[in-house]
């Protein structure tokens, strides 16, 4: 259980971090989706009505409020369909952005699910829950062999840029 507890977390950690090294453009918050895995959680706590699964996704100090946010979500999801959609839609901000501040990051709203994400990402789920690392890990390989080599080729046309105009210059 601690192990779970720990990786989970940890991996989605050292995917988004790797990924984010290598991209100039700004990264796609994962956990913020419809379809990520803190929404995941919270509907799997919501319809076991155990909020133990959510619990790994906000900081040791945050869980008294995500747990009465919790209890009040089960409340008034019991009224009526209308209802119960308002309450988890409640509950899944109330828990991502929770999340987000204990990352340091701002809360900018639920994304749609079905977004087009990274490959990296997907698979760090398919990692998480099958505990299988091998596609991640491949892709991972790939995606920093492939950004490190183009980074290698522009600096090699660079420095060679550089040397023809030195001796330009120097030729004058």
Request: glycine share 6%.
């Amino acid at each position: 259980m601690m192990n779970k507890i720990f990786i989970a977390p940890l991996t989605v950690f050292v995917v988004l971090f790797t990924i984010g090294l290598f991209q100039t453009k700004q990264a796609i918050a994962h956990c913020d989706g419809l379809d990520g895995p803190v929404v995941k959680a919270a509907q799997k706590a919501l319809e076991s009505g155990n909020v133990n699964p959510v619990l790994i996704w906000v900081l040791k100090k945050d869980e008294g409020e995500i747990k009465k946010a919790f209890q009040n979500t089960l409340a008034v999801r019991k009224l009526n369909s209308q209802a119960k959609e308002l309450a988890d839609m409640y509950f899944f901000e109330t828990l991502v952005r929770i999340h987000r501040a204990g990352e340091g990051e701002p809360y900018t709203g639920l994304r749609p699910a079905g977004r087009n994400l990274e490959p990296a990402i997907p698979a760090a789920d398919q990692a998480i829950e099958s505990g299988k690392l091998e596609l991640l890990l491949k892709i991972l390989t790939e995606t920093v062999e492939t950004e490190v080599r183009e980074k290698f080729k522009a600096s090699q046309s660079r420095k060679t840029s550089s040397r023809m105009m030195s001796r330009q210059a120097g030729s004058m």
